[in-house]
T-cell receptor, first 112, second 114 residues
Framework: NAGVTQTPKFQVLKTGQSMTLQCAQDMNHNSMYWYRQDPGMGLRLIYYSASEGTTDKGEVPNGYNVSRLNKREFSLRLESAAPSQTSVYFC???????????FGPGTRLLVL | TQLLEQSPQFLSIQEGENLTVYCNSSSVFSSLQWYRQEPGEGPVLLVTVVTGGEVKKLKRLTFQFGDARKDSSLHITAAQPGDTGLYLCAVRGGGGTSYGKLTFGQGTILTVHP
């Protein structure tokens, strides 16, 4: 099992460009999450999907959209990237009812 | 204001030393988790504590949940270079149905020098 995979690993964007971060899990988990990690801030929840077909906002959703394409895949889209969105983005998944979240390796995004 | 305050933010020690990392809040939690994150990777769950006063051990790591379930500590005995990383505490989001959402502390960066 690969666990949680994320693509791309690194990306450089110019202000105003758009891109989609991809996340997939092969553990048959119901819930999936997108976090961003900035220095001194820990991880902050952007969006989550409690189950296939549902999505909801987290703590810092502005400037982002998400799609739960199927049970395996949960993508994060930046429509018009801003320098404030420079960060490391982590996707995570969880089997409903259990505490443990499993994280992917992250996508490092730089917006110039 | 952070829901969870971790201290210290940075810790640089020599191999063999002991250390304690703290996670504090003014709120009461039903459970609290500790994660470790190594450079270039995602966080990995170390432990979940659920009962006030609970102590859990994982080899040289000892985790304690405060009696009032507002705070927690992580103690490492005889630290090794392999313990180097970012240590994060986390709690489930507020509200009756949290869907597993986590709120994290800002983390403690630990460096253990050989």
């Amino acid at each position: 099992n690969a666990g949680v995979t994320q693509t791309p690993k690194f990306q450089v964007l110019k202000t105003g460009q758009s891109m989609t971060l991809q996340c997939a899990q092969d553990m048959n988990h119901n819930s999936m999450y997108w976090y961003r990690q900035d220095p001194g801030m820990g991880l902050r929840l952007i969006y989550y999907s409690a189950s296939e077909g549902t999505t909801d906002k987290g703590e810092v959703p502005n400037g982002y959209n998400v799609s739960r394409l199927n049970k395996r895949e949960f993508s994060l889209r930046l429509e018009s990237a801003a320098p404030s969105q420079t960060s490391v983005y982590f996707c995570a998944s969880r089997f409903g009812g259990l505490e443990t979240q499993y994280f992917g390796p992250g996508t490092r995004l730089l917006v110039l | 204001t952070q829901l969870l305050e971790q201290s210290p933010q940075f810790l640089s020690i020599q191999e063999g030393e002991n250390l304690t990392v703290y996670c504090n809040s003014s709120s009461v939690f039903s459970s609290l988790q500790w994660y470790r994150q190594e450079p270039g990777e995602g966080p990995v769950l170390l432990v979940t504590v659920v009962t006030g006063g609970e102590v859990k051990k994982l080899k040289r790591l000892t985790f304690q949940f405060g009696d009032a379930r507002k705070d927690s500590s992580l103690h490492i005995t005889a630290a090794q270079p392999g313990d180097t990383g970012l240590y994060l505490c986390a709690v489930r989001g507020g509200g009756g149905t949290s869907y597993g959402k986590l709120t994290f502390g800002q983390g403690t960066i630990l460096t253990v020098h050989p």
